[in-house]
């Protein structure tokens, strides 16, 4: 159970810094509302993130982790030192070099992800396309600071030290959440708090890497600096990394095209932004802390020829998943008027961009299980440096997202946007699964087929509960954070006893399990 264990540290850190940046979106809906002028900001910093997620989090990771647990295994320490400081050196030029092109052609460039942005200002006043070229300036370098992080971040999963790593998002909150509470008191124009907000994506990226430099050298390790060079190590990373990179950036360019799409209608990426920012809570805390943790996991186990101890650990990272995300689907589909209404709605940010965000919530809601097996289910590829097969299937669902969402956009609105994700992930995760059960390296044991129904069940006890409640509860709002909060806590406190109950009464999981992961043994 040591894949519980890390993906627990993973988590915690992760629940952190998921509330701290619930904590900053609810600042920024109250001081920047879903205007225009947040609209303009969502996108700028959009352009970083997505490169951030196709390249350096996405391609690069993938191929990176795997290569360097194989020579950390086969070769020893000063041939994965090696290996990394190659990498991180061919990381540096390539990213160095994408910051410089769109630093350039901004103007240009930032069509791709905010042509429906106004040319023209209110009354006078800047653009807002004009002001997302200015923000996206700023916010560029954060790329390069974030890619170096992933680097590092890789290196320390990979030898088992993942605290340091899950700690470093932290960073970004707490930055932005600071600058919010100054500077909201200093200044009452909107068009400059997003520009220091702007600026605080790059502080926090020093920060974050600064601090990954010094979990390394804590840690021992040792990453030399080379200049850039084609060595027959960073070929076969650039070899798994292209597929990879094609992979996540198909699937990136298609939420790219789906935002772009957004902006052109008023404040619908506001209102995409805050809907995705509540699901990612638990996708960020689940999903993607499964997946760090996995990726290292089943590397070690194929490395060292232990196909069953991989097969289990894939069951295991099944259930974990499951018995955690399943009843957050169950709560943000049946409560999402509740839930965004209660965290944001207050200042600029009105009743009506409840409901509206609330719509996108409930799609997203539903995809949510199909997000966080998706980070269960790529690693079983990527640790057998099978790049190809999950770009594909990313391929095959960019389509299907970008022609689905596309037709719901223009038929039931902008959350039709949010409805095309979550359709094109549940494509994804049936192909990924389908060719892994096929090929015999992904085979449901029984524990987890007895347990799937108990938990589906007991969240479905607690959200019959929760849609009953939930309405009550909020007709008790005041819009204040002193009444409202209490209000979402206590509803969340119920939901959550009803769920353990039901899934200790149904045994959907075993809490020795949970135990035995924790006892110094298991470290």
Not at 133 to 155: E, N
Not at 195 to 201: Q, R
Not at 269 to 274: K, V
């Amino acid at each position: 159970m040591r894949l519980l264990k890390s993906t627990a540290i993973i988590g915690s850190w992760t629940l952190v810094s998921r509330f701290l940046g619930l904590a900053r979106d609810i600042l920024m809906a109250k001081y920047l509302g879903a205007g225009v002028v947040n609209d303009a900001l969502v996108t700028a910093v959009k352009l970083p993130n997505l490169f951030r997620r196709m390249f350096a989090e996405g391609a690069f990771n993938a191929a990176f982790v795997p290569l360097y647990a194989r020579r950390l295994e086969e070769e020893g320490d000063e041939s994965a030192a090696n290996f990394a400081g190659e990498a991180m050196a061919m990381l540096c030029l390539v990213v160095c070099a994408i910051v410089i092109l769109f630093q350039i052609t901004m103007p240009w460039s930032l069509n791709l992800i905010g042509f429906g942005l106004d040319r023209v200002g209110e009354a006078g006043g800047v653009a807002p396309y004009d002001l997302a070229v200015l923000y996206a300036r700023i916010t560029m370098p954060y790329l390069l600071l974030m890619s170096l992080a992933a680097l590092f971040s890789g290196v320390l999963n990979t030898r088992g030290y993942f605290a340091a790593a899950a700690f470093v998002p932290i960073l970004l909150n707490l930055v932005l959440i600071g600058i919010l509470a100054v500077a909201s008191k200093t200044t009452g124009n909107l068009e400059d708090l997003a520009l220091y907000i702007s600026v605080g994506y790059v502080v926090s990226g020093v920060f974050q890497a600064g601090l990954l430099v010094w979990a390394i050298r804590k840690a021992g390790v040792k990453i030399p600096i080379f200049r850039p060079r084609m060595t027959p190590g960073v070929r076969r990373l650039v070899t798994l990394g292209i597929p990879g990179f094609i992979s996540a950036g198909i699937t990136h360019i298609n939420l790219m095209v789906s935002h772009t799409i957004a902006t052109t209608m008023d404040s619908a990426a506001s209102w995409l932004y805050y809907s995705d920012r509540l699901y990612q809570l638990p996708l960020g805390m689940i999903g993607i802390a499964m997946g760090v943790a996995l990726l290292p996991s089943l590397s070690r186990s194929l490395r060292a020829g232990d196909d069953r101890g991989a097969m289990v650990t894939m069951n295991r990272a099944a259930e974990i998943s499951a018995f955690l995300t399943l009843p957050a689907a169950f709560a943000l589909a049946v409560m999402p008027e509740f839930l965004i209404g209660g965290l944001f709605e207050r200042g600029l940010f009105k009743a009506e961009d409840t409901v509206q965000a609330a719509k996108a919530l409930r799609m997203f809601a539903l995809g949510l299980p199909a997000f966080v097996l998706l980070k269960v289910l790529t690693p079983a590829f990527f640790a057998r440096e099978n790049t190809r097969t999950p770009m594909i299937f990313a391929g095959l669902s960019a389509v299907i997202n970008l022609l689905v969402g596309g037709a719901l956009f223009f038929t039931i609105g902008f959350y039709g946007l949010a409805l095309g994700t979550t359709i094109a992930a549940w494509v994804n995760v049936i192909c990924l699964a389908s060719v892994l059960m096929r090929d015999k390296l992904f085979v449901l044991d029984m524990r987890l087929l007895t347990r799937l129904p108990r938990i589906a069940l007991a969240s479905a006890f607690m959200a019959l509960a929760l849609f009953y409640i939930a309405p009550k509860a909020r007709l008790l709002f005041e819009h204040r954070i002193i009444i409202d909060y209490p209000i979402l806590i206590v509803v969340s406190v119920i939901g959550l006893g009803i769920y353990t109950v039901s899934a200790g009464l149904l045994r959907a999981i075993d809490m020795s399990d949970i135990r035995d992961a924790f006892k110094k043994k298991a470290s």
